[in-house]
C-alpha cells in the first residue's frame, strides 16, 4: 500500500477539544485560534477584482486548450464560470484508458496524450464556480456571509463552501481572511479529490490574502499545507514556522510542522511537535497526527486509542471520514481485515465519495477474498480519480485474476501513472517517490532508481528508504540496497511491504535466515498487503524453506 502520509488530514480551525491524557500533566483546553480575519468595511468602495485574482476565484476551465496548457507546464487557463453539470465519470475515464490502450501503439505520443484526458477528467470534476450542487444540478448562489469563516471548511459540503466564498469575494474582494480560507479550500479540495490543477488557483488566493495583509497568520498557515501537499516539505516547515511566530495557536499551522517534521524523517522532532500541538490546541487535526507519529514508531496500540479517542470526539463529517478512515488503514496494515471495513464503512457513512476510504475499502476486501468486490470498488476510485496508488493496485488486481484481457487492462493502469505524473509536476507536485513506487515494479527501472535516489536527497524517511532500497533491487544492486532496506524497518513500523521488500534483498544478499524472518513476518502481520507482493513473498519463502 502506498505511503499514508497526512496531506489529506483535515487541518480546519475547530473549537479546542481536551488535550490527550499522559502523566505527569494536567487537562484543560485552551483557547481557539483566533485567525479568521474581519469583513471588509461596509462604507469601503468594492474595487473591482483584477484578471488574476479572479483566476484565482473563478476556477479552472474544461476546454481541451486549457488542460494542455497545465500538462505543459504553464498556468491554466481560467475558464468562466458555469452552469453545466459535471460530466459524467465513466465517460472520462474511458476515454482516459482508451487512449492509454492507443498509447502503447504510439509510445512517442502517449505522455501528452494522456496528460490531457487526465487534465479533463480532474477539472470536468470539479465544482462549476459561482454555483452551488444541488442533487444532480446546480443553482446560483443567491447571497453570501458578511465575513467568511475557516470553520466553513468543516460544514461537510468543500465545493458549496468554496461557490460560497467565491461569492462573498466577488462583494468583497479586500477581505484578506477570506481569500486565505479559499486558498486553503483549494488545497484541501486538490489533496480529497486527486486535482492537482487546484494548487496554482490556491497559491494565488494565498498571494492575494498576503498581498492585502503581509504576514497574515491564516494564509501563511494556508501557504504551510499548501507546500506540504505538493510535497515541498521544507518550505511546508517555513511557512508554518512563519505563521506561528504571528499566532502560536494556530491549529492549521501546528498540524502542517508536524507533517513536515514527519515527511523529513525528523521523528523526534515530529514527537515532540505533537506534544507540543496537543499542549496547545488538542482537537482532531492533532490527535491524528500524534497518532501517526505513535504508529511509525511502532506503537500501535497507543495509535489506535488516539484515534478512537478523536473518532468519539469528531462532530463534522469530514472529520468523521478521515478519522475512520485512518482507523480502517491502521488495522489493515495489522490484518485486520473485518475491523478494517467496518471503519471504511463508517467512512462512507459520513461521506461516501472519500477517495481514501473508497480505496482502503476496496484494499480490503481483496484482502479479505472478495476479489470481485475489490476490482469493482477499485474500478470506481479510478474512474473518479486515476491516482497512482489506485492505478497500480487496479493493475494488479487485473493480473492476480488473470481473465482475458486482464493483461492488457493492468498494462494501461500502469501507463496512466506517467500521465498522472506529468499532470502532477506541472501544477508544482513533487512526484518522485510516487514515480520511484510505481515504476520500480510496473515501468523503467532506471527511471525509478533516478526518482528515488532523488527523493532520498531531499527527505530521509522510512519511506524513501523502502522506496530506495527497492528501487535498487530491481535494478541489481542488493548489496547497496540492503543497508536502506534495514533503515526502513528501523523505527518499529509495522508494515508488510517493507518486511517483504527488506526480506527478498536479504535473500538475494545471500541472508538466508534473515530472509526467512523478514518474509514470514511480512506475511504473519499481513498476509494480503499487495495482491502481486504477497504472492511473490510466499513463492520466496517456499524457496528458502525448501533449502533449508
Not at 34 to 58: D, F, L, M
Request: charged share 25%; aromatic share 6%.
Amino acid at each position: 500500500m502506498p505511503p499514508r502520509t497526512n496531506d489529506d488530514a483535515p487541518d480546519r480551525e475547530q473549537a479546542p477539544q481536551p488535550p490527550l491524557p499522559r502523566p505527569g500533566r494536567e487537562l484543560g483546553a485552551l483557547p481557539a485560534d483566533t485567525a479568521g480575519a474581519p469583513a471588509t468595511s461596509p462604507t469601503e468602495p468594492v474595487p473591482q477584482i483584477p484578471a488574476a485574482e479572479a483566476h484565482a476565484v473563478s476556477g479552472p476551465g474544461t476546454s481541451p486548450e486549457a488542460s494542455k496548457s497545465g500538462a505543459d507546464g504553464h498556468e491554466p487557463d481560467a475558464g468562466s464560470a458555469s452552469l453545466t453539470p459535471d460530466a459524467d465519470s465513466d465517460e472520462r475515464v474511458a476515454a482516459v484508458l482508451r487512449l492509454g490502450e492507443s498509447s502503447r501503439r504510439w509510445r512517442a505520443v502517449q505522455l501528452g496524450a494522456c496528460a490531457a484526458a487526465l487534465a479533463v477528467a480532474f477539472t470536468a470534476g470539479a465544482m462549476v464556480l459561482g454555483a452551488v450542487r444541488d442533487g444532480g444540478g446546480t443553482t446560483p448562489v443567491s447571497s453570501a456571509p458578511a465575513a467568511m469563516s475557516p470553520a466553513l471548511l468543516a460544514s461537510g459540503n468543500l465545493d458549496a463552501s468554496i461557490a460560497s466564498l467565491q461569492a462573498h469575494l466577488r462583494a468583497q474582494p479586500k477581505d484578506f481572511g477570506s481569500w486565505a480560507t479559499l486558498g486553503l479550500a483549494y488545497v484541501e479540495q486538490a489533496r480529497t479529490k486527486g486535482d492537482p490543477s487546484r494548487y496554482p488557483q490556491a497559491q494565488q488566493a494565498l498571494k492575494r490574502s498576503l498581498d492585502l495583509k503581509p504576514d497574515n497568520d491564516s494564509a501563511l498557515a494556508g501557504r504551510a499545507a499548501l507546500a506540504a501537499a505538493r510535497h515541498d516539505f521544507p518550505g511546508a516547515l517555513t511557512y508554518a514556522d512563519r505563521a506561528l511566530a504571528q499566532n502560536p495557536y494556530s491549529e492549521r499551522a501546528l498540524s502542517v510542522r508536524i507533517d513536515a517534521l514527519v515527511e523529513l524523517g525528523r521523528y523526534d522532532q515530529a514527537l515532540k511537535a505533537t506534544d507540543e500541538a496537543d499542549a496547545k490546541r488538542p482537537g482532531v487535526p492533532v490527535f491524528t497526527r500524534y497518532a501517526y507519529v505513535r504508529e511509525l514508531r511502532g506503537d500501535v496500540t497507543t495509535a489506535r486509542r488516539v484515534l478512537e479517542r478523536a473518532l468519539g470526539s469528531s462532530t463534522s463529517r469530514g472529520d468523521i471520514a478521515y478519522v475512520a478512515t485512518a482507523l480502517g488503514q491502521l488495522v489493515w496494515n495489522q490484518g485486520e481485515y473485518k475491523s478494517a471495513l467496518e471503519y471504511y464503512a463508517r467512512a462512507l457513512a459520513a461521506d461516501d465519495a472519500y477517495l481514501p476510504a473508497l480505496e482502503g475499502r476496496a484494499r480490503a476486501q481483496y484482502a479479505n477474498g472478495d476479489r470481485a468486490d475489490a476490482i469493482k470498488g477499485m474500478e470506481d476510485v479510478v474512474s473518479r480519480y486515476p491516482l497512482p496508488g489506485p492505478l497500480v493496485e487496479l493493475g494488479e488486481l487485473y493480473e492476480v485474476r488473470g481473465d482475458d484481457g486482464d493483461l492488457a487492462k493492468a498494462r494501461a493502469q500502469y501507463a496512466l501513472v506517467n500521465a498522472w505524473t506529468a499532470i502532477a509536476r506541472a501544477n508544482g507536485v513533487n512526484a518522485d517517490l510516487d514515480t520511484a513506487l510505481a515504476a520500480a515494479d510496473h515501468g523503467d527501472r532506471k527511471s525509478a532508481l533516478r526518482a528515488a535516489r532523488a527523493e532520498w536527497d531531499r527527505r530521509e524517511t522510512v519511506h524513501t528508504a523502502d522506496a530506495l532500497a527497492w528501487a535498487l533491487h530491481v535494478n541489481g544492486q542488493d548489496e547497496e540496497a540492503l543497508p536502506y532496506a534495514r533503515r526502513a524497518t528501523t523505527t518499529g513500523y509495522h508494515n508488510a511491504s517493507f518486511l517483504y521488500h527488506r526480506g527478498v534483498i536479504e535473500q538475494a544478499t545471500g541472508h538466508a535466515k534473515e530472509a526467512r524472518t523478514s518474509l514470514s513476518a511480512a506475511l504473519e502481520l499481513n498476509p494480503g498487503f499487495s495482491p502481486l507482493g504477497a504472492r511473490k513473498a510466499r513463492t520466496a519463502l517456499k524457496s528458502l524453506e525448501a533449502a533449508k
